[in-house]
C-alpha cells in the first residue's frame, strides 16, 4: 500500500513561485503514475498534472500548461510540483495521489481513477 505526504504549501503573491513535494512510502512506484489535484471551496477536484514513474512522461491541465512543472526524484521517491507565474486562482488545497498504470497506457486524469491520496496542502495566492 502506497502512502504519500504533501508538503510545500503556503502562502504567495501573484506571480510568485511555490513548489510542493509529494514524498511516496510503502510501496514500489515503477507500475503507477503521481497526479497532482487541487479543490477550492465549493468547486469540483481538477486534475492538475501526472507524472508516469516509469519513464517521467508528463501530464498537465489546461489551466496550468506552461507555468507548473512536475518531475521526480527516483532516488528520494517524491513528486515535485514546481508553481510559476501564480494567479489569485490557483488558490485550493493541493493533493498527491497514485493510480496503477497499465503498461502503454496513459496517466489517468480522473480522480475516481486514483487508488492513493496524501492529506493535502493549502496554497493561497493573494495580494
Known amino acids: 500500500q502506497v502512502q504519500l505526504v504533501e508538503s510545500g504549501g503556503g502562502f504567495v503573491q501573484p506571480g510568485g513561485s511555490l513548489r510542493l513535494s509529494c514524498a511516496a512510502s510503502?510501496?514500489?512506484?515503477?507500475?503507477?503514475?503521481i497526479g497532482w489535484f487541487r479543490q477550492a471551496p465549493g468547486k469540483e477536484r481538477e486534475f492538475v498534472a501526472a507524472i508516469k514513474w516509469s519513464d517521467a512522461y508528463t501530464y498537465y491541465g489546461d489551466s496550468v500548461k506552461g507555468r507548473f512543472t512536475v518531475s521526480r526524484d527516483i532516488a528520494k521517491a517524491t513528486v515535485y510540483l514546481q508553481m510559476n507565474s501564480l494567479k489569485v486562482e490557483d488558490t485550493a488545497v493541493y493533493f498527491c495521489?497514485?493510480?496503477?498504470?497499465?503498461?502503454?497506457?496513459?496517466?489517468?486524469?480522473?480522480?475516481?481513477?486514483?487508488?492513493?491520496w496524501g492529506q493535502g496542502t493549502q496554497v493561497t495566492v493573494s495580494s
Open positions: 510503502g510501496g514500489t512506484l515503477t507500475s503507477y503514475g
Open positions: 495521489a497514485a493510480t496503477y498504470v497499465r503498461q502503454y497506457t496513459e496517466v489517468s486524469n480522473k480522480p475516481h481513477e486514483y487508488d492513493y
